[in-house]
């Protein structure tokens, strides 16, 4: 596999992403510009915001995709780019930007599944990660746990019937008036960590339905009144968060939050481990991925449940966990193999046609 050299492209949400990867699993390059600066300035992602941001840098992130790997698209099998899901306007940019490469070197075309690369970069990371295996793909817009039969044949277990938990951290996180320029979840991780994860019992979200699904929107009415009936402000002000009694009280609720936000996955992963078992008793790992899969607590937590059951942990690295260019490369990898792909576009395509 040696000789597939794969440049992804990712613009599902509010990272312009781009790396090229080869075959045997080697990363030549990865390259992510992030939008979370000026997101926080707007308060949540806005399409046409987001859709101007990725169509400002897609050129130079994919350029600086190549030049790092010291390719040019003559060097490349083919292109693979996240077709969905996400905000379609933000995913055209990248699928126009991947087709019109493509057009230009002749390659192939693989469309992704945002979800699906997501879980499959764990076999870049553990390459004997083999099929069957679970896998738990907890983002900023989905809550799911699926068990992978092979490439492009997945069982869903579970799924959130609401928010997912990213949406929960970066809510709580506004919330509480955190600095949002490096992420609602990053923020809130570090604030919990001064915080009694004990001082607020938050009820753990659908206890009563036993089964795989996810709820998150319970929970952020609990913090959004725990947050009031405290009267701590909800602005971002620095100096009221450098207050230490004041600060105390946020990262009680952040630490709390993350107690009951986690049991939850918690809980479900465990069902989920049984009722995957009882499918196919051959698993050996549950993969854990997507944004907040950097999370250290999360991983922690879910490494206990996961040792409990006799399985294994493949959670890849931070830099793989959020949204990034090598997963969408990856997963394309994996469908090129297989041949699956689309033929090279005309190279003299119009946009309005792609
Ligand atoms: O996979 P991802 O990068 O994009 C989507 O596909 O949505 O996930 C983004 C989500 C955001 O909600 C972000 O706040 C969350 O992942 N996240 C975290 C952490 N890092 C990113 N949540 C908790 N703790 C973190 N360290
Ligand atoms: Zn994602």
């Not at 399409?47 to 992130?61: F, R, Y």
């Not at 996400?86 to 493509?102: D, H, M, N, P, T």
Request: negative net charge; proline residues 5%.
């Amino acid at each position: 596999y040696d000789d597939v050299i794969m440049l992804g492209i990712e613009t599902s949400c509010d990272d312009t992403a781009a790396a090229v990867v080869r075959g045997n699993g080697d990363i030549l390059s990865q390259v992510v510009s992030s939008q979370a600066d000026l997101l926080s300035r707007y308060g949540g992602v806005a399409p046409k915001m987001a859709e101007e941001a990725h169509s400002l840098v897609i050129d130079q992130v994919v350029q600086r995709a190549l030049d790092d790997a010291k390719l040019t698209g003559n060097d490349l099998s083919a292109v693979a780019v996240t077709i969905g899901p996400g905000l379609s306007l933000c995913l055209r940019v990248g699928v126009q930007k991947a087709r019109r490469l493509a057009g230009v070197f002749n390659l192939p075309i693989v469309g992704v599944h945002h979800m699906e690369a997501h879980a499959l970069v764990a076999r870049l990371i553990e390459r004997n990660l083999q099929f069957p295996f679970l896998a738990l793909l907890i983002s900023g817009g989905h809550n799911l746990l699926i068990l992978a039969h092979k490439v492009g044949h997945y069982l869903q277990l579970g799924t959130t019937i609401d928010d997912a938990i990213g949406e929960a951290y970066d809510k709580t996180a506004r919330w509480l008036g955190l600095d949002m320029r490096k992420g609602g979840g990053p923020a809130l991780e570090e604030l919990a960590l001064e915080g009694d994860a004990n001082s607020i019992n938050f009820s753990i979200p659908m206890r009563q339905h036993k089964d795989c699904n996810f709820s998150y929107a319970g929970l952020k009415t609990q913090v959004r009144l725990a947050i009031e009936s405290r009267k701590i402000s909800m602005e971002h002000n620095p100096i009221s968060l450098a207050n230490l009694d004041d600060r105390r009280s946020r990262a009680d609720i952040a630490a709390s939050f993350q107690r009951v936000a986690v049991l939850h996955l918690e809980e479900r992963c465990q069902r989920a481990i049984e009722w995957a078992l009882k499918i196919e008793p051959s698993i050996k790992y549950l993969v854990v991925s997507g944004g907040v899969a950097s999370n250290k607590y999360v991983r922690a937590r879910l490494s206990h449940v996961v040792e409990n059951s006799g399985l294994e942990l493949v959670c890849p690295p931070p830099s793989l966990c959020t949204d990034n260019g090598v997963m969408v490369a990856w997963t394309g990898i994996e469908h090129f193999l297989l041949g699956r792909f689309d033929p090279p576009p005309p190279a003299d395509e119009p946009e309005d046609a792609m």
